[in-house]
């Protein structure tokens, strides 16, 4: 992870808990953008939405949105769509933010990291928006997995320049530094972000994420349900080889490298020399040959 430094661009996130702010002084006060909280589970909405949204908007703040995600309770496809209609309409500058924290972590690691995946690729299916996800810099190190690489991260890490690192980015694109900030037009605390400049720079004035055309969104939702039936062949593909490899004596090599290829590879298992290997192994050991692989 980076460092904060002086060519990061400042900014704020705000929900119900800042009252009514005054976004004139806010913006004056060199607040370039802010993250409104949306939604929150499957019904819940700030009740600030549409006031913070408009009024950052009129103030020249450029504006974002993130959604508090309660995926101990909830399917993360319905979590999306709500969060995607609820901020539908209202002036959008930054990619839509999955806020995933606290009771999450009931899901454990492995669980709850294919549930922000799900989230995130709905949100962008039914947005037409890019995504990018929210967590502390403890949660994402311990509960968020490799697959969310993808999607930029915002991090948060209090008192300290340089966030605690974690396996599964190496940098960070909005860094949220302290809870206890203080900015003109706003009463009380409020959270404090740095932001990369590359990344400003390739949101703040709108291009990069205009929302999808109808083209864009029938090719992408098209990609995905190409994902979806290669994900299935490989599912298929694996319960067979399961239950060919219960019908013959394995060799303790198999059962490792097959389990490592398939189970925790299943982003691309088929583009593994071992998956093959094991594959070659299984159908020799299937043949009529009266002997057994005992290599």
Known sequence: MQAKSSTNIKGIDVSRWQGVIDWTKVAADGVRYAFVKATEGVTGADVMLKTNALGANAAGVKVGYYHYARPENNEAVA????????????PCHWPLALDVEGEAAKLGAAALTRWCAAFLTELERVSGRRAMIYSGASFAKTYLGKELAGWPLWIAHYGVDKPMSN????????????????????????????????????????EEDKPMTKEE?????????????????????????????AKIPAPKWFVTEFGASVVAQMSDPTGTMEFWRAVAVSLRALKPTGTGDSA
Not at 79 to 90: L, N, P, S, T, W
Not at 178 to 183: E, H, N, T
Not at 219 to 237: I, P, S
Request: net charge negative; proline share 1%; hydrophobic share 40%.
């Open 217 to 245: 969104k029938e090719a992408f939702e098209q990609l995905n349900a190409q994902v979806a039936r290669l994900t299935g062949m490989v599912d298929t593909l694996t319960k067979q080889l399961e239950t060919a490899t």
């Open 79 to 90: 979590e999306a769509r709500h969060f995607a209609a609820a901020v539908a309409g209202y």
């Open 167 to 206: 396996p599964t980015w190496d940098r960070w694109s909005v860094f949220q530094y302290s809870d206890k900030g203080r900015v003109a037009g706003i009463q009380g605390n409020v959270d404090l972000n740095a932001m990369e400049a590359d990344f400003y720079g390739r949101y703040a004035a709108g």
